[in-house]
Antibody
């Protein structure tokens, strides 16, 4: 059974760097989208970006200048870094593994979510 | 970027009744449309993909329809465990990834 377990700091000050890691067990990352998605309080889902092992990373244009997603397939982990956070980055962050469908992914496995709060 | 618009924002339904949720794309996504269910404190769960195919383990009371720009998720007879937020996602043009803003199904 595939499971995603994520971890990282939950409380940040403005201008700090958000750093989260997601580990997959019971399955592989090769050939799958390794994605990060966030949800601000009471809001919908916002795609942050993703990386598929055989390709390059794709990022939300609104976050592109501050985001880095990386994958370590040998460890079956992928990570998110978001620089220079502000209060607007306060959200629940999810990692998700997506299988390839059409031009994009279908997310059939998700991490448990990490609430990241940005406050001075 | 394809913009996904869901309606209504909130749907009040009594248990046993039918719930109909809508999702509209700003341009055609063919049938490359998925629905997710999200309960409080949980991550989303894949319900429907290909606009009408139920994911593994999803009960038959959930059905999806539509193509192009107009899509519908129907819950034929709402059960207590179905009260949740439902999100649509297109995967026809990626990146960027786009989701709708969600429809909350609440008890009437």
């Amino acid at each position: 059974q595939v499971q995603l377990q994520q971890w990282g700091a939950g409380l940040l000050k403005p201008s700090e760097t958000l750093s989260l890691t997601c580990a997959v067990s019971g399955g592989s990352l090769s050939g799958y989208f390794c994605s990060w998605i966030r949800q601000s309080p009471g809001k919908g889902l916002e795609w942050i970006g993703d990386l598929i092992h055989s390709g390059s990373a794709n990022y939300n244009p609104s976050l592109k200048s501050r985001v880095t997603i990386s994958v370590d397939t040998s460890k079956k982990q992928f990570s998110l870094k978001l620089d220079s956070v502000t209060a607007a980055d306060t959200a629940i962050y999810y990692c998700a593994r997506g299988f390839v469908a059409a031009a994009g992914p279908l997310f059939d496995h998700w991490g448990q979510g990490t609430l990241v709060t940005v406050s001075s | 970027e394809i913009v996904m618009t869901q309606s209504p924002a909130t749907l009040s339904v009594s248990p046993g009744e039918r719930a109909t949720l809508s999702c509209r794309a700003s341009q055609s996504v063919s049938t490359n449309l998925a629905w997710y269910q999200q309960k409080p404190g949980q991550a989303p769960r894949l319900l429907i993909y290909g606009a009408s195919t139920r994911a593994t383990g999803i009960p038959g009371r959930f059905s999806g329809s539509g193509s192009g720009t107009e899509f519908t998720l129907t819950i034929s007879s709402l059960q207590s465990e179905d009260f949740a937020v439902y999100h649509c996602q297109q995967y026809n043009n990626w990146p960027p990834g786009t989701f709708g803003q969600g429809t909350k199904v609440e008890s009437k």
